[in-house]
């Protein structure tokens, strides 16, 4: 049975104070019999806090938003891997849309950031999305595609356990208008049969896929009720604690 993960990327947002107010605010409204696997990606700043404070609840870890392709050295400003395990955090997100565009991250270097991830014990929250110009195009399931197999499809099945796949399309990210359930679960149960034909039927299945993009309480019940959606990575919505949960309980 795969996982049921809802994670909180909350980007550049909230100072340290701010941060931990949220953190503490998430785990005092998440029920006692929580069910979700519930991921909060902060900024590195407070990333080790975070981290902690999650450390002691069950079904909560923290994530970082990226890591350097590089393992240590002479990259000023990158934080490695390596530095994201020793602050207890268990998951990095890699592939984000906006890493991509703003920061020309290549499939390649992603593959090479995830094996960054992989030798640090890291699991990973790959994102991948086509813009809006490419599925007017019809070019949107070629690129997806071509995003999951030139970064991911050289893995084991075993290292595949330890990838989450988020379908992110970038028209929906930030902008208020969600992807239809119908075009979401499209897009899922295209996703999970690209793992079907390269790992077979037992890897597909247990592989949770996330949809995200403006995921909010209002729609989150009827997304995560789609066969192949197993959960959301949430951006705005993260940055409000009584919204947040209630998306966690959306299952
Ligand atoms: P959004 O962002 O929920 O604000 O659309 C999602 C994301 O970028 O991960």
Request: hydrophobic fraction near 40%.
């Amino acid at each position: 049975m795969r996982k049921n993960i809802v994670a909180g990327n909350w980007k550049m947002n909230l100072n340290r104070t701010e941060g931990i107010a949220l953190v503490e605010a998430v785990l005092s409204k998440l029920p006692v019999d929580n069910k979700t696997h519930v991921i909060l990606a902060p900024s590195f700043v407070y990333l080790h806090k975070a981290a902690k404070i999650c450390s002691n609840i069950p079904k909560v870890v923290a994530a970082s938003q990226d890591c350097s392709a590089n393992k240590k050295g002479a990259f000023t400003g990158e934080v490695s891997a390596s530095m994201i395990a020793s602050c207890s955090a268990r998951y990095v997100v890699l592939g984000h849309s906006e890493r991509r565009v703003n920061f020309n991250e290549s499939n390649e270097l992603l593959k090479e950031k995830v094996a960054q991830a992989f030798s640090s014990n890291l699991k990973v929250i790959f994102c991948c999305g086509e813009s809006l110009k490419q599925r007017e195009d019809l070019v949107h399931f070629d690129w997806l595609k071509s995003q999951i197999s030139e970064s991911l499809f050289h893995l084991s099945s075993d290292d595949f356990a330890n990838i989450v796949i988020a379908y992110e399309p970038i028209w929906a990210i930030g902008t208020g208008v969600t992807a239809s359930t119908d075009q979401a679960q499209e897009v899922h149960a295209f996703i999970r049969n690209l793992l079907v034909d390269k790992y077979g039927n037992e890897v597909a299945e247990s592989t949770s896929i996330l949809y995200g993009g403006s995921c909010h309480p209002k729609n989150a019940i009827e997304l995560f009720s789609q066969k192949d959606i197993d959960g959301g990575l949430i951006g705005g919505a993260s940055l409000n604690a009584d919204d947040f949960v209630a998306i966690t309980q959306s299952f």
